[in-house]
């Protein structure tokens, strides 16, 4: 693959990823935000009626404002981003992962994005609403999830490459299944050995908090899922020849 079409490949990732961004705005927003607002209702209320934004200062930035321009904000760069370094994935596992096609090989890519970056990292360290977490641990919670994230990509780039070199020797499918078992081990290793922490309070309600943890997943579900269908279409746009592309069968005329 040459320089250029790798450069029209990345604008293409970006742009899908902008608008995976906007599909998973709108699930934030709709899904997400109101379980927020629920959860600090409670930490106000549970605070004596006012909610401490650190050390009594004047709020900086409105609730109001977070859930909407900084969400987007938020949102919307990280699917740029998401999209620029997948597109690059992309790229390389290109007719090399297979003799899959653009659009099956960008779903590849989505579905071991969402796994590797998102699943993986989420089953150890789930996401929280406010009220629910010790302040004093929040840099050791981040980092270590942050270090999951990283080592869940390596691991699953790993178990691609096990899969390569076993498919020769096994076939494609009891490679993929012995590099998916290996994959399935080594998480269970790191799940082990990395620090847990449950600080969830007993008077935090359970189900506001597992809606809070589905929205969260949701929003990661249907960027990755919209990341992968917009920038398969249009990877084989650029890749396929027209000719070459599958047409609706015509209507013949009787």
Not at 7 to 26: F, I, K, N, S, Y
Not at 136 to 158: E, M, N, Q
């Amino acid at each position: 693959m040459n320089t250029l079409s790798v450069r029209a490949l990345l604008v293409r990732g970006m742009l899908a990823g902008l608008a995976a961004g906007v599909a998973a705005l709108l699930v934030a927003y709709f899904l997400g935000e109101s379980r927020v607002d629920a959860a600090i209702a409670l930490e106000e209320h549970a605070a004596g009626g006012h909610h401490d934004h650190g050390g009594g200062e004047e709020e900086l930035v409105s609730r109001a404002l977070q859930a909407t321009g900084g969400l987007a904000t938020g949102v919307l760069v990280f699917g740029v981003a998401i999209g620029g370094i997948a597109a690059i994935a992309f790229c390389v596992a290109l007719g090399r992962i297979g003799r899959f096609g653009p659009r099956a090989t960008a779903a590849f890519v989505a579905l071991g994005g969402l796994i590797a970056v998102y699943v993986v990292p989420f089953l150890k360290y789930p996401a929280n609403p406010p009220a629910v977490g010790d302040g004093d641990t929040i840099g050791k919670r981040t980092a270590l999830f942050f270090l999951l994230v990283l080592l869940s990509v390596l691991l699953a780039v790993g178990a691609v490459l096990l899969g390569r070199r076993l498919a020769p020797r096994l076939g494609n499918w009891n490679a993929t299944v012995a590099a998916g078992a290996a994959f399935l081990l080594a998480v269970t290793l790191a799940y082990v050995f990395l620090p847990s922490y449950n600080e969830v309070g007993p008077d935090f309600p359970g189900q506001l908090l597992w809606q809070f943890r589905l929205a969260t997943l949701a929003v990661q579900a249907v960027l990755w899922t919209v990341f992968g269908l917009v920038f398969g279409a249009l990877a084989e746009r650029l890749l396929t020849p027209e000719s070459a592309r599958p047409r609706p069968a015509e209507t013949v005329a009787a």
